[in-house]
């Protein structure tokens, strides 16, 4: 109880005298978890916004079309079968081209009576239901129409108001809705509701199809159903097809086939990049965290007490960003997987997968950042601790006479890098993480430009664009609060070295350089391999349309990155050499 | 504050013997019987090899009595705080032994020390050494918790110790808000917390003016009235001159040791003028 409390207490009050440490900690873990999250529950919120938008609207578990003119006969042969819990009327369906906006889109135009059918009664979201001369138009249709209710859409020369916008799990989202186009080759397109009197008049003398939608007893079994009822027996002569449920959800899964990949692998990225922001952390608290061991082992506390208490409070936060990752994952979800709007959003529970693999994420993530830090220190001796005494470097002769001949800032520059060899590493990292990701973003708009686009999928590609573009940022973010904290932390740890070679004749101005060049020159080979390693997984995600960025564009991103790099470096090697040199020396040895 | 206050639990000095961890009967020394707080023998803390080897301590063979205040004086670097830290077990001998209340401790293991350190002896350092983040309060009541009182028993004695050191206004503050003889003060309420057998204090009065060093020798002064064993390096002629035996260290080694009265040193009244 005693030491629980004296965990608590320290653990506790750590974390408010410093909160931006949390706070940068609770960041970092939390972002890198959260794109995770949402890219492996993306998937499931797919799913669970169909099943939502299945039970709301009755949807069916099986649509057999048709093509003959009289479909009571099959109607009624289906109706006998065993496992049809319940069918509908057919519906008489044409597909045809819809005008709006000044755009031209396929759709499917369905007649409905004004009453609910048995299955699939499309939930209106707003305006009102089907009634004459007037259409309700698919939800996400609409949205890529850029109509709403009292706009009008013109169907076979004639305009109609839309009267009401619609949902409907009968068909899969928009582009993928027009089921009435019959034999051959499906073009993609919309879903229109008129009344039944409407559609056929609208319809003309083009033919239509009907659709039964059917509920069976066994969804899960749908497949062995549709096989042994659907014999050519059953067909007749006129052409039959059939859509599952399964079917469906696959297509609406298929909406997010860019930005789950995205997601996934920006999440790991983010994960790379939030390691080195915890040990660039770690290592601007290493001389506090020395300082805290060696006191707790003055009065009596052994090693495993004092790893405890450092490491309580990274576990405590982890638990908290991987909860918060996963809260956002769930949140976010719903919305992110539907770009054509055309299921009921429903932020569920993230699957025991998911809560698994955030978790992994989170406390691997938080143990490679701190762990090797925090039991560094407690294992440090209690003397050593407590008089923080210098760190002792090894004599490198070879690097003194090597980089005796290069200007003063490259000279300081090199040495220091050669002296941290784990800090350049942590550099090259989170260069490289950005770097792909800028790669894979300046690849994906390569593709857009130079590969034509089917006009219905562009909502999925900019969907596509805005996750790739959001992953981009927060990695170019979290990668931009890493630079401020590797040089800070090298300029804290060099402080009594670049003290002396000021007051040896160094001026702020070769120190702020000096601290530039430590970062930029392993800042270059990260940058590279990020390069390389963004291209590669840009061709293997997108296997059919695998493009390169133009080479001007790479050398602006890269020459963009490493001006960065030096800007974000030159700020806080700048602070601190505005102090005295004197001071510095006086702070003791580092 | 009163002399009772800081009166030491005669037991605390048998239980640093008995208590400790693995401590066998070949780790007995005869020295116990004979109440020996602290004890070195052929003492000796090296650094470095060959041409840059630095004998910090070399071969100090010492005995603290139960219940003494002993100093160590000695000109910087000379090796002071060196020993005091093998005494404590905060470093580790080179060559020698340690035996603190007749139990042999230089060959513990870390775990094993850390238990020695919690149960048996108090740190005052210098630089007090107080964790920033806990007020006066928790500050003391660390090494309660971590020898394993309950939180209540802990806040009871560090209410007790800050009362008696003088500083019970001052217990919810944090250090950065106290003075140094404060800070000090609450280091010794620290120190004192699990009724150690030897209380180690490193220039107790190296960073405080001289109204806190009044402050600090008094309370030390309490120490030695109440038979609390305080071994003290110092520079501080005035320090010193409050124990009962003063040795000086040169270059490692014994260079002086010199008992002062036999009824317990000048003692601080004397020293201070407020007594004959």
């Given at each position: 109880?005693?030491?629980?409390?004296?965990?608590?207490?320290?653990?506790?009050r750590?974390?408010?005298?410093?909160?931006?440490?949390?706070?940068?900690?609770?960041?970092?873990?939390?972002?890198?978890?959260?794109?995770?999250?949402?890219?492996?529950?993306?998937?499931?919120?797919?799913?669970?916004?169909?099943?939502?938008t299945?039970?709301a609207?009755?949807?069916?578990?099986?649509?057999?079309?048709?093509?003959?003119?009289?479909?009571s006969d099959?109607v009624?042969r289906?109706?006998d079968?065993?496992?049809?819990?319940?069918r509908?009327?057919?519906?008489?369906?044409f597909?045809?081209?819809?005008?709006?906006?000044?755009?031209?889109?396929?759709?499917s135009?369905?007649g409905?009576?004004?009453?609910?059918?048995?299955?699939?009664?499309?939930?209106?979201?707003?305006?009102?239901?089907?009634?004459p001369?007037?259409?309700?138009?698919?939800r996400?249709?609409?949205?890529?129409?850029?109509?709403?209710?009292?706009?009008?859409?013109?169907?076979?020369?004639?305009?109609?108001?839309?009267?009401?916008i619609?949902?409907?799990?009968?068909?899969?989202?928009?582009?993928?809705?027009?089921?009435?186009?019959?034999?051959?080759?499906?073009?993609?397109?919309?879903?229109?509701?008129?009344?039944?009197?409407?559609?056929?008049?609208?319809?003309?003398?083009?033919?239509?199809?009907?659709?039964?939608?059917?509920?069976?007893?066994s969804?899960?079994?749908?497949?062995?159903?549709?096989?042994?009822?659907?014999?050519?027996?059953?067909?007749?002569?006129?052409?039959?097809?059939?859509?599952?449920?399964?079917?469906?959800?696959?297509?609406?899964?298929?909406?997010?086939r860019?930005?789950?990949?995205?997601?996934?692998?920006?999440?790991w990225?983010?994960a790379a990049?939030?390691?080195v922001?915890?040990?660039?952390?770690?290592?601007?608290?290493?001389?506090?965290?020395?300082?805290?061991a060696?006191l707790?082992?003055?009065?009596?506390a052994?090693?495993?007490?004092?790893?405890?208490?450092l490491?309580?409070?990274?576990l405590?936060?982890?638990?908290?960003?991987?909860?918060?990752?996963?809260?956002?994952?769930?949140?976010?979800?719903p919305?992110?997987?539907d770009?054509?709007?055309?299921?009921?959003?429903?932020?569920?529970?993230p699957?025991?997968?998911?809560v698994?693999?955030?978790?992994?994420?989170?406390?691997?993530?938080?143990?490679?950042?701190?762990?090797?830090?925090?039991?560094?220190?407690?294992?440090?001796?209690?003397?050593?601790?407590?008089?923080?005494?210098?760190?002792?470097?090894?004599?490198?002769?070879?690097?003194?006479?090597?980089?005796?001949?290069?200007p003063?800032?490259?000279?300081?520059?090199?040495?220091?890098?050669?002296?941290?060899?784990?800090?350049?590493?942590?550099t090259?990292?989170?260069?490289?993480?950005?770097?792909v990701?800028?790669?894979?973003?300046?690849?994906?708009?390569?593709?857009?430009?130079?590969?034509?686009?089917?006009?219905?999928?562009?909502?999925?590609?900019?969907?596509?664009?805005?996750?790739?573009?959001?992953?981009?940022?927060?990695?170019?973010?979290?990668?931009?609060?890493?630079?401020v904290?590797?040089?800070?932390?090298?300029?804290?740890?060099?402080?009594?070295?670049?003290?002396?070679?000021?007051?040896?004749?160094?001026?702020?101005?070769?120190?702020?350089?000096?601290?530039?060049?430590?970062?930029?020159?392993?800042?270059?080979?990260?940058?590279?391999?990020?390069?390389?390693?963004?291209?590669?997984?840009?061709?293997?995600?997108?296997?059919?349309?695998?493009?390169?960025?133009?080479?001007?564009?790479?050398?602006?991103?890269?020459?963009?990155?490493?001006?960065a790099?030096?800007?974000l470096t030159?700020?806080?090697a700048?602070?601190?050499?505005?102090?005295?040199?004197?001071?510095?020396?006086?702070?003791?040895?580092? | 504050?009163?002399?009772?206050?800081?009166?030491?639990?005669?037991?605390?000095?048998?239980?640093?013997?008995?208590?400790?961890?693995?401590a066998?009967?070949?780790?007995?020394?005869?020295?116990e019987?004979?109440?020996?707080?602290?004890?070195?023998?052929?003492?000796?803390?090296?650094y470095?090899?060959?041409?840059?080897?630095?004998?910090?301590?070399?071969?100090?063979?010492?005995?603290?009595?139960?219940?003494?205040?002993?100093?160590?004086?000695?000109?910087?670097?000379?090796?002071?705080?060196?020993?005091?830290?093998?005494?404590?077990?905060?470093?580790?001998?080179?060559?020698?032994?340690?035996?603190?209340?007749?139990?042999?401790?230089?060959h513990?293991?870390?775990?094993?020390?850390?238990?020695?350190?919690?149960?048996?002896?108090g740190?005052?350092?210098?630089?007090?050494?107080?964790?920033?983040?806990?007020?006066?309060?928790?500050?003391?009541e660390?090494?309660?918790?971590?020898?394993?009182?309950?939180?209540?028993?802990?806040?009871?004695?560090?209410?007790?110790?800050?009362?008696?050191v003088?500083?019970?206004?001052?217990?919810?503050?944090?250090?950065?808000?106290?003075?140094?003889?404060?800070?000090?003060?609450?280091?010794?309420?620290?120190?004192?917390?699990?009724?150690?057998?030897?209380?180690?204090?490193d220039?107790?009065?190296?960073?405080?003016?001289?109204?806190?060093?009044h402050?600090?020798?008094?309370?030390?002064?309490?120490?030695?009235?109440?038979?609390?064993t305080?071994?003290?390096?110092?520079?501080?002629?005035?320090?010193?001159?409050?124990?009962?035996?003063?040795?000086?260290?040169?270059?490692?080694?014994?260079?002086?040791?010199i008992?002062?009265?036999?009824?317990?040193?000048?003692?601080?009244?004397?020293?201070?003028?407020?007594e004959?």
């Amino acid at each position: 109880m005693g030491h629980l409390l004296l965990v608590w207490r320290l653990v506790l009050r750590d974390t408010r005298r410093r909160p931006g440490d949390a706070v940068v900690f609770l960041l970092a873990v939390t972002v890198a978890t959260a794109c995770l999250s949402l890219g492996l529950a993306a998937d499931n919120a797919v799913a669970a916004g169909y099943a939502r938008t299945h039970e709301a609207t009755a949807g069916p578990d099986l649509t057999a079309i048709t093509t003959a003119a009289d479909s009571s006969d099959l109607v009624e042969r289906i109706a006998d079968m065993p496992g049809v819990a319940a069918r509908a009327d057919p519906v008489f369906a044409f597909s045809t081209v819809v005008q709006a906006n000044g755009r031209t889109a396929r759709s499917s135009v369905e007649g409905r009576e004004s009453a609910p059918s048995a299955v699939d009664r499309p939930l209106v979201t707003s305006g009102t239901w089907v009634r004459p001369g007037g259409a309700v138009v698919e939800r996400g249709f609409a949205q890529a129409l850029g109509v709403g209710v009292g706009d009008r859409v013109t169907v076979s020369g004639r305009g109609y108001p839309v009267v009401g916008i619609a949902v409907s799990a009968a068909t899969p989202v928009y582009p993928w809705s027009d089921w009435a186009q019959g034999p051959g080759t499906t073009d993609r397109g919309g879903r229109i509701w008129f009344t039944t009197a409407d559609a056929r008049a609208a319809a003309g003398d083009a033919s239509g199809v009907h659709l039964v939608h059917l509920k069976l007893t066994s969804p899960d079994a749908v497949i062995q159903w549709r096989d042994t009822v659907f014999t050519p027996g059953l067909r007749g002569d006129a052409w039959v097809n059939t859509r599952d449920w399964q079917t469906v959800l696959r297509m609406n899964t298929n909406m997010i086939r860019g930005s789950r990949p995205a997601l996934v692998v920006g999440g790991w990225l983010l994960a790379a990049a939030a390691i080195v922001t915890l040990a660039a952390l770690a290592a601007v608290r290493a001389s506090r965290d020395n300082r805290r061991a060696g006191l707790l082992k003055a009065v009596g506390a052994g090693p495993g007490t004092v790893a405890v208490v450092l490491l309580a409070q990274h576990l405590l936060l982890t638990a908290l960003a991987a909860a918060l990752g996963l809260a956002v994952g769930a949140l976010v979800a719903p919305g992110l997987v539907d770009p054509s709007a055309g299921l009921l959003d429903t932020a569920g529970p993230p699957s025991a997968g998911v809560v698994a693999a955030a978790v992994l994420v989170a406390v691997l993530v938080a143990m490679a950042g701190t762990l090797g830090p925090a039991l560094r220190a407690a294992r440090t001796s209690t003397v050593h601790a407590l008089a923080e005494p210098a760190r002792l470097l090894t004599r490198r002769p070879w690097l003194t006479a090597v980089t005796a001949y290069l200007p003063t800032s490259l000279l300081i520059g090199v040495r220091l890098l050669a002296r941290r060899p784990g800090h350049a590493v942590l550099t090259a990292v989170s260069v490289a993480a950005t770097s792909v990701m800028v790669t894979a973003l300046l690849s994906f708009r390569t593709a857009l430009a130079t590969v034509a686009t089917a006009p219905a999928l562009e909502a999925v590609d900019a969907r596509t664009g805005q996750v790739l573009l959001g992953v981009t940022l927060v990695t170019v973010m979290l990668c931009a609060l890493n630079t401020v904290f590797l040089g800070w932390s090298c300029a804290v740890r060099a402080r009594r070295v670049l003290a002396v070679t000021r007051v040896l004749g160094a001026t702020p101005g070769q120190v702020v350089a000096a601290l530039c060049a430590a970062q930029l020159l392993p800042a270059v080979p990260g940058l590279l391999a990020g390069s390389f390693v963004g291209i590669v997984l840009y061709w293997f995600f997108n296997p059919g349309n695998a493009v390169t960025p133009p080479g001007s564009w790479l050398v602006a991103a890269a020459l963009a990155v490493l001006a960065a790099v030096a800007a974000l470096t030159a700020l806080p090697a700048w602070v601190h050499s505005r102090s005295p040199a004197g001071r510095a020396l006086d702070t003791g040895p580092v | 504050m009163s002399r009772d206050g800081l009166r030491v639990r005669g037991r605390s000095q048998r239980r640093g013997a008995k208590d400790g961890p693995d401590a066998g009967p070949a780790d007995r020394h005869p020295g116990e019987a004979a109440g020996t707080a602290l004890r070195a023998v052929g003492l000796s803390r090296t650094y470095g090899r060959g041409e840059n080897l630095v004998r910090a301590v070399d071969g100090v063979d010492l005995d603290v009595p139960a219940g003494q205040t002993f100093a160590v004086t000695g000109p910087s670097g000379c090796g002071k705080s060196t020993l005091l830290q093998l005494f404590g077990g905060l470093d580790r001998p080179t060559e020698g032994e340690v035996w603190l209340g007749g139990r042999r401790v230089d060959h513990l293991g870390e775990r094993a020390l850390a238990r020695l350190r919690r149960r048996a002896v108090g740190f005052v350092f210098q630089s007090f050494h107080l964790m920033d983040e806990l007020t006066a309060a928790e500050n003391v009541e660390l090494p309660a918790l971590l020898a394993g009182a309950s939180p209540r028993t802990a806040r009871r004695r560090a209410a007790g110790l800050l009362d008696r050191v003088g500083v019970a206004d001052r217990a919810r503050h944090l250090p950065s808000k106290l003075s140094g003889g404060q800070r000090q003060r609450v280091a010794i309420a620290r120190a004192l917390v699990n009724e150690p057998l030897v209380v180690l204090a490193d220039e107790p009065t190296g960073n405080l003016d001289s109204a806190a060093t009044h402050d600090v020798l008094r309370l030390f002064d309490e120490l030695r009235a109440a038979g609390q064993t305080l071994v003290v390096v110092t520079h501080d002629e005035r320090v010193a001159a409050t124990a009962d035996r003063v040795v000086s260290l040169r270059d490692g080694a014994l260079a002086d040791d010199i008992r002062l009265g036999g009824d317990g040193g000048t003692g601080l009244g004397t020293l201070l003028g407020w007594e004959d």
